[in-house]
């Protein structure tokens, strides 16, 4: 069965230093990978997604993420976290031969000022 | 402004009322979905269409109903609803091909059912 984990409810940053949000997935056959971004009482935006290609994948307000098929991986990263940057963030997967994508139960980030 | 609108936005309902949330998406999308969003659970699939006059269950559809009234239009039905089904729901729209995998979210529903 498909799934993702986010294993960290929460992660706590001080501003100005890197941050990691941590993802892992369970799929059959090829993953296309996102992260996406829930602002309070918005709905999801759109972070970043990994399809074929370079392993570190760019995108909006200068996340990246890595992806590493060997560990079933797909960490969110910052070099250097922004107070702005707190929300809850979420890391999902679709497989190419479904129409649905799962998603991860969230982790909420912290960034202490 | 393009995008997925949802309405209404806030709702509260007593036990056993009914009542329908709508979707609309401008972006010519074939794929229509419904999530609902509980503390600690993460976004739950209810209901998704792949393409206009279909519709499929998708992990929590139990108490929920769907119509895919046209490509634009994908709307949720609650026909008795109950304090579990108190929750945030999203509708969301997804183009076709490589480059349009991800989806667009909806502001989203917060439904309060006493």
């Known amino acids: 069965a498909q799934s993702v984990a986010q294993p960290e409810d929460q992660v706590n940053v001080a501003e100005g230093n890197p941050l990691t949000v941590k993802c892992t997935y369970s799929?059959?056959?090829?993953?296309?990978l996102f992260w996406y971004v829930q602002y309070p009482n918005r709905g999801l935006q759109f972070l970043l997604k990994?399809?074929?290609?370079?392993?570190l994948v760019k995108g909006s307000y200068g996340f990246e993420a890595e992806f590493n098929k060997s560990q079933t991986s797909f960490h969110l990263k910052k070099p250097s976290a922004l107070v702005s940057d707190s929300a809850l963030y979420f890391c999902?997967?679709?497989?190419?031969?479904?129409?649905?994508?799962?998603f991860g139960k969230g982790t909420r980030l912290h960034i202490l000022p | 402004n393009a995008g997925v609108t949802q309405t209404p936005k806030f709702q509260v309902l007593k036990t056993g009322q009914s009542m329908t949330l709508q979707c609309a998406q401008d972006?010519?999308?074939?794929?229509m979905y419904w999530y609902r969003q509980d503390p600690g659970m993460g976004l739950r699939l209810i209901y998704y269409?792949?393409?206009?006059?279909?519709?499929d269950k998708g992990e929590v559809p139990n108490g929920y109903n769907v119509s895919r009234l046209n490509k634009r239009e994908f709307s949720l039905r609650l026909e008795s609803a109950a304090p579990s089904q108190t929750s945030v729901y999203f509708c969301?729209?997804?183009?076709?091909?490589?480059?349009?995998?991800?989806?667009?979210f909806g502001s989203g529903t917060r439904l309060t059912v006493v």
């Open positions: 969301a729209s997804k183009g076709t091909g490589v480059l349009l995998s991800g989806y667009t």
């Open positions: 799929v059959s056959g090829n993953p296309y």
């Open positions: 990994y399809i074929t290609g370079d392993n």
């Open positions: 999902a997967v679709r497989v190419l031969r479904d129409d649905k994508i799962i």
């Open positions: 972006m010519n999308h074939n794929s």
């Open positions: 269409s792949a393409s206009e006059g279909t519709t």
